[in-house]
């Protein structure tokens, strides 16, 4: 090991270790505690949102002058509008029930020891994600609301906001004379740190890696903590051939122009093959129209000519565009658009358009991932829209947590038993 990949090691651990150390404190934190400092964050934000945004700023140049794309720099900016909301998350946060404590099942056994299973903090959270400097905030609010410290390490294209943001939590823990060493922000951009975070299991207690396919497989791959994973976003949307035009329009719409740089935005249309006949030149120019380039199976093409296509390629079936770029394909059946989402999806939100009650009963109960909806936009996979407050991530995974991940999320359970002298 060379000299700089010690000097990573050494610091990395070292700051896992006082996230460890201020965890203990936080777990026995009371709720008007915690949702006393999440306050104190929001107004702290407001003091230092000149200061942010300077430093914002700075991430915003640098990622312009590597000509990354509009919906990354979309991703990567923050205004005045934006600070707000996160001050609101941190107030709707606070507002949430304490999970930590909560009698998740109990009862008696026959020889009269009373057991209770309840909710306890998991930890040290280790959270890796890219871009957006907003998680900084989400996820150290959820982790301190549920009693436990975190290690962050966001991306080097947002490293002075991540950093200006984490000085700011810091800075309202200190003045509440709490222990501001539960919220550690890695400030090295050296890949090694996320290698060293993801070994440590002495200090750490979970890795959730958010962001796209490389770092969260390279994360699976390096980690020796365990890992809550939180996945790509090839989501599809069926309409069937009972669809209605009007809906079937206004939700794919939504679903891939709203924001479409974000996990949970359409990337793949599927057609019935009959709706397609009726409905699917307009529906087709529609998208276009919303500048958002179509990239069509063989079938579509030969169905619509006239239209500004492009032929798919085998890739753009599993593709997380994260753009104004949608793949089109036309099917003959409910179970081929299943088949499709099958092979291609990855198990994060999948919708049906129809009004077949039989078939969305069977496309719900069918369709293997976290949300599935009929009649709805895809858009709504999200913490705050399921009335979770902020989310740490969106799990992929059946395991511990699937779907958007809030308070819940981040706790474990613990049996406590009661006897009056009982011996085995």
Known sequence: MNQGNLTVRISVTEQARQAKEASSAWALFTREQKDEALRKIGSQLLQDEAYILSENQKDMQAAKAEQHPASYLDRLLLTPERIKGLVQSLEDL???????????????????LHIQQTRVPLGVIGMVYEARPNV?????????KT????????SRSASHSNQALTRSIRTALEQMNLP????QYLETTDREAVDVLCTLNEYVDVIIPRGGASLISRVVKTSTVPVLETGVGNCHIYIDETASYEMAEAIILNAKTQRPAVCN??????????FARQYGEQLLTSLLDANVQLRACERTLQNHPSLSLVEATATDWDAEFLDLILAVKTVGSLQEAMNHIATHGTKHSEAIITENQANAQLFLRAVDAAAVYHNASTRFTDGGEFGFGAEIGISTQKIHARGPMGLPALTSSKYQIAGNGQIR
């Open 180 to 183: 501001h060493e539960a919220v």
């Open 94 to 112: 606070a507002k949430l029930p304490d999970p930590i404590g909560e009698v998740i099942t109990e009862w008696t056994l026959p020889n009269g």
């Open 265 to 274: 935005a359409a990337e793949t249309l599927l057609i019935h093959e009959a």
């Open 147 to 154: 009693g436990n410290a975190i290690v962050l390490r966001g």
């Open 136 to 144: 900084t905030i989400d996820a150290a609010a959820i982790a301190l």
